[in-house]
C-alpha cells in the first residue's frame, strides 16, 4: 500500500436492514427483505407502497433531537469507534473535519414549522446546523462542510474529503451522507411517477421505478501513512474518485450515458487500472426505465466486451434509494464485499429477468469472489455523476497519484476523457472572471461605483428587479425558474463575459461548477411544502420539487454552458460560498482542475427574515440585527496555464485558506486561528452584518494584529453565502495589496481565505 494512498479506516451504516455496518451487511448476505411500511413518514404514503425506513435506534439514544440529527449522531460515533479514534489523542481537532452529502438536510423540520407556525422547528432545518447538532461533542472541529449534488452527494463528499486530505488541510475526515424518510421526498418522487407499485428490481424488463429508502453512511478517511503511525488497520484504499456532469436535463439522465461515461473513466484512469480489473460494480441501479437504460450505456462504453464477465450487484434492490445517503452508504457495503471477497446478490430479479444480456447480474445469493477493485456509481438529478473505485488494502500501486480531473476531447466532446495529474507549475489560482448582480449594482463597474458611494442601506432591499438582469438569459427559458437560479445564471453570464468568454469562444467543457447557497430556491422550497401539508402527495408540483432541490443552479449552469466537469453545491451555512472557493481553488492549486466556475447566490423571501427575526438576528435594519435582500456573485478561476494560454486578464488570484468549527472553544479563538492560517495577509475584511459576529471578528482581527478594512454590510445588506464573495470581489476591484476574507457562520463555522488584487490593479 502506497503511503500518499488515502484509505478508509472505519464505516458505519444505519439502514433498514441494521444500525451498524456488520448487521447490515450481514443481512444483505442472508437476502433478508426489508421493505415494509414507512410510520415515520409524516403523512402516509398512497397506495401502501412503502418503502425503506431504517431501523429504530435505542429510545435512549439522544432522545428529542431531530431525527436526522439523531441517526447522524449515531453513525458518526460508531465510525469513529470502528476507526479506533480519539481525536485528543490521536490528531489535532484543528485538523480533523466533517464532509457530508445530504439532498434534503433538515427538511422534516420544515413541515413541522408549516404545520405549527413555531418558527423555533427552524432551528434544525439549515445543513449546517444538522451537522452541528449532530457532531456536538465529538472532538473534530476543522471543517464542517455539506454539499449536495442530488443523489450523488455523499459519493461527492467523499471525493471532496480526498482533496481535504491530499492536499495537506486536513489529517482527518468524517465523510458520507444521509437523508432522512420524508414526506417532502415521497411527494416529490411520486409525483415524478418514478415509486414502483411493487418492489424494486433494478435493471429488469419489467422494472417500473424505485423504492424510497432512509439510510446514513459515514466512512473515516485518513492517509495511509497516517494510519499506519497510529497503528490502524484499512478496510480499504480510496483508489480512484471520478465526477462529471451530464449537461442534459434536469431530471432525466443522458440515455447514451455519457457524463456517467466521463466519471468512471476518470476513476478508472486515476487508479490505474483497466477496466477488467475491477472484481465488482455497484451501480447505481435505481430501477426506473430511463436511468437502468442509460446506466447500461455507460457500462457498456467503458468496459465492453469484459462486461460480461464482470459481477454487477443493484443494492438498491435491498435497501431501497436513499438518495443523498446512497453513495456512501452502497461504498461501505462494496468494501465489506472486498474485504470478505463476497458477491452479494442483486434482491428481486432473476437472470432471466434481465433486459441487458451483456450485463452479469449478480442475483439469487451470493457467491464467493476474486475482487482487487470495486467500482461504485453515484447518478444524480440534474446529471450530477460521481464514481469511487475502492482497492484492497494490499495493493501496492493503487491511488498514488494525485486526484485527476477529466479533460474532454476537443473533437469528440463528451466521448472520452483522461486525467491529468500532478502539482501545477505555480499553483497560481487566477480570478479572470467576476460577475456581479447585487442590490443597486449589477455588472462590476456598477458594483465599483457602489463601493466608492458613501451612501448606506437602513432597510431591506428585498428581491432584485428581474428587469435588471433578465437581458442575461434567455427569458423563455428561465420563466419557471426559481430567484435563486436566476440570480446565479445572470452572474455566471456576467463573470463569463467579463473573462472574455462568448459564443464564439465558450468555455470549455471541462469546467467544473462548485456553487455555494444558504437557502438555495426556498420560495419554491416552501410553495411545494405547502401543497403537501395542507392537500396531501396528490397536491405535489413535480416541477416545483426538480427545481426546489439545492443544487438546482449548478445542473442548470452545466446546461446552459454545455460544461461535463464536476457539479456540486455547498449548502446551509453563511459560509457555503467560502467553501466551494476554498474546495475549487485547492484542486486548480494542485493541478486537478484547469478553470471553475464558483459562485453563491440567496434570493428574498419575508418567511426567512421571520425566522431570522426569531432567532433575534433579524431587524430590518435597526441596531443590532441585520438587514436582508437578494443577489449574486460569480467568479470564474483558472490556473495560470489556463488563463495564460487563452490570453486571458487576471482580476486577482485566490491563496491560502483555513476553516474551522467553534462549539466549547469560543468563536475568537476559532476566527484567530484561521487568520492565523492564511499567510501572506495583513489586512482583514470581515462579515460585517450589525450581529454578535461582528464583534467576534473585530476582537481576532485586534488579537492577530491585522488592519481591519471596512465591511460591506450598509453598502449592502446582509446576503449571507453572497456576503463573503463579495467581499473577495471589493478586495480584487479595489484594494492595494491582498488581505483575508473571513466569514463566520451562525452554525459555529468560521473560513477565511486570503484574496489578491492582481498586480495591474496594485499599480505594477
Given at each position: ?11 458505519a ?41 431504517a ?13 436526522e440529527?439523531?441517526y ?28 457530508l ?28 446546523h ?17 454539499t449536495c ?23 482527518l ?10 414526506e ?24 417500473r421505478?424505485m ?10 478517511l ?26 442534459h ?21 486515476r ?136 479533460e ?98 465558450p ?19 416552501v ?11 396528490i ?7 426538480a ?10 449552469l ?20 467560502m ?7 485547492l ?8 478553470r ?7 434570493e ?31 467568479f470564474?478561476?483558472e ?14 488570484s ?43 471578528e ?15 454590510y ?20 479595489m ?30
Open positions: 500500500m502506497n503511503t500518499h494512498s488515502i484509505v478508509i479506516t472505519g464505516t451504516l444505519a439502514t433498514s436492514l441494521g444500525i451498524s455496518t456488520e448487521q447490515t451487511w450481514r443481512n444483505v448476505l442472508a437476502m433478508q427483505p426489508s421493505l415494509g411500511a414507512m410510520p415515520a413518514l409524516e403523512t402516509p404514503a398512497p397506495d401502501a407502497k412503502g418503502g425503506y425506513q431501523i429504530d435506534l435505542p429510545e435512549d439514544f439522544a432522545a428529542g433531537l431531530p431525527r440529527v439523531r447522524l449522531r449515531w453513525t458518526i460515533t460508531q465510525a469513529m469507534q470502528s476507526a479506533g479514534i480519539d481525536i485528543t489523542l490521536s490528531y489535532d481537532p484543528t485538523r480533523c473535519g466533517y464532509v452529502g445530504t439532498t434534503l438536510h433538515g427538511m422534516r423540520s420544515g413541515g413541522d414549522f408549516l404545520r405549527t407556525g413555531d418558527f423555533s422547528r427552524l432551528q434544525d432545518f439549515l445543513a449546517g444538522v451537522l452541528q447538532h449532530a457532531t456536538a461533542g465529538h472532538g473534530p472541529c476543522g471543517d464542517a462542510i455539506t449534488s442530488a443523489c450523488s452527494s455523499s459519493l461527492g463528499s467523499i471525493a471532496l474529503a480526498v482533496t481535504l486530505l491530499e492536499s495537506q488541510q486536513l489529517d475526515v468524517i465523510a458520507g451522507g444521509y437523508d432522512a424518510v420524508s417532502y421526498a415521497y411527494g416529490g418522487f411520486n409525483a415524478l411517477r418514478l415509486v414502483a407499485d411493487g418492489p424494486l428490481r433494478s435493471f429488469a424488463r419489467d422494472r421505478g423504492k424510497l429508502g432512509e439510510g446514513y453512511g459515514i466512512v473515516i485518513e492517509r495511509a501513512s497516517d494510519a499506519q503511525h497510529r497503528g490502524a488497520k484499512p478496510l480499504a484504499i480510496v483508489a480512484g474518485c471520478g465526477e462529471s456532469a451530464d449537461a436535463h434536469l431530471t432525466q439522465p443522458d440515455p447514451e450515458g455519457r457524463g456517467a461515461v466521463l466519471a468512471i473513466n476518470a476513476a478508472i484512469k487508479a490505474k487500472i483497466r477496466p477488467s480489473d475491477v472484481g465488482l460494480i455497484a451501480a447505481h441501479a435505481t430501477g426506473t426505465p430511463d436511468n437502468d437504460a442509460g446506466e447500461y450505456a455507460a457500462f457498456s462504453t467503458v468496459f465492453g466486451e469484459a462486461l460480461a464477465s464482470t459481477p454487477v450487484t443493484a443494492f438498491k434492490t435491498h435497501l431501497g434509494h436513499t438518495l443523498g445517503g446512497a453513495g456512501a452508504v452502497e461504498l461501505i457495503l462494496s468494501a465489506c464485499a472486498l474485504r470478505d471477497q463476497i458477491i452479494p446478490a442483486s434482491a428481486n430479479v432473476s437472470s432471466e429477468d434481465v433486459d441487458f444480456p451483456a450485463l452479469s447480474l449478480a442475483v439469487r445469493s451470493p457467491r464467493p469472489g476474486s475482487i482487487k477493485y470495486t467500482l461504485n456509481t453515484s447518478l444524480g438529478f440534474g446529471g450530477a455523476n460521481t464514481c469511487v473505485i475502492l482497492a484492497a488494502p494490499n495493493s501496492q500501486d493503487a491511488g498514488s497519484e494525485a486526484f485527476g480531473s477529466v474532454l476531447d476537443a473533437e469528440k466532446p463528451g466521448s472520452s476523457a483522461y486525467l491529468r495529474t500532478g502539482v501545477a507549475e505555480d499553483g497560481e489560482v487566477c480570478v479572470t472572471g467576476i460577475g456581479i448582480v447585487l442590490p443597486n449594482a449589477v455588472g462590476v463597474d456598477a458594483f465599483t461605483k457602489l463601493l466608492e458611494n458613501s451612501n448606506t442601506i437602513e432597510h431591506d432591499t428585498g428581491p432584485i428587479d428581474e428587469s435588471l438582469y433578465i437581458h442575461l438569459l434567455n427569458a423563455r427559458r428561465v420563466r419557471r425558474m426559481s430567484a435563486y437560479v436566476k440570480l446565479s445564471l445572470a452572474a455566471t453570464t456576467l463573470a463569463c463575459m467579463d473573462a472574455g468568454f462568448a459564443d464564439s469562444s468555455l470549455p467543457a471541462d469546467c467544473s461548477v462548485l456553487l455555494g447557497s444558504t437557502h438555495g430556491s426556498a420560495s419554491y422550497c410553495d411545494y411544502y405547502k401543497q403537501i401539508v395542507e392537500g396531501g402527495f397536491a405535489a408540483n413535480p416541477a416545483l420539487f427545481e426546489g432541490v439545492p443544487n438546482a443552479a449548478a445542473a442548470h452545466s446546461l446552459m454552458l454545455g460544461l461535463k466537469g464536476a457539479c456540486q453545491t455547498f449548502i446551509g451555512s453563511r459560509t457555503a460560498g467553501d466551494a472557493l476554498r474546495l475549487a481553488s484542486r486548480i492549486a494542485s493541478g486537478q482542475w484547469d471553475a466556475i464558483v459562485g453563491a447566490a440567496e428574498y423571501l419575508p418567511v426567512i427574515n421571520d425566522a431570522y427575526r426569531n432567532c433575534g438576528l433579524y431587524t430590518g435594519g435597526a441596531e443590532n440585527g441585520f438587514a436582508t435582500g437578494s443577489g449574486a456573485v460569480t470564474i478561476l490556473s495560470r496555464r489556463s488563463m495564460e494560454q487563452r490570453g486571458g486578464r487576471c482580476r486577482g485566490v491563496g491560502s485558506s483555513a476553516s474551522e468549527q467553534f462549539d466549547e472553544r469560543d468563536a475568537v479563538s476559532a476566527i484567530t486561528s484561521v487568520l492565523s492560517r492564511t499567510v501572506e495577509s495583513t489586512a482583514v475584511i470581515g462579515s460585517s452584518n450589525h450581529t454578535w459576529i461582528d464583534q467576534a473585530q476582537l481576532a482581527i485586534r488579537k492577530s494584529q491585522q488592519q481591519p478594512l471596512p465591511g460591506l450598509g453598502r449592502l445588506p446582509e446576503l449571507f453565502s453572497v456576503g463573503p464573495l463579495a467581499a473577495a470581489a471589493a478586495v480584487m476591484l484594494a492595494r495589496s491582498s488581505a483575508t476574507v473571513v466569514a463566520t457562520g451562525y452554525d459555529g463555522v468560521a473560513s477565511a481565505i486570503r484574496v489578491a488584487p492582481s498586480l495591474t490593479a496594485m499599480g505594477a
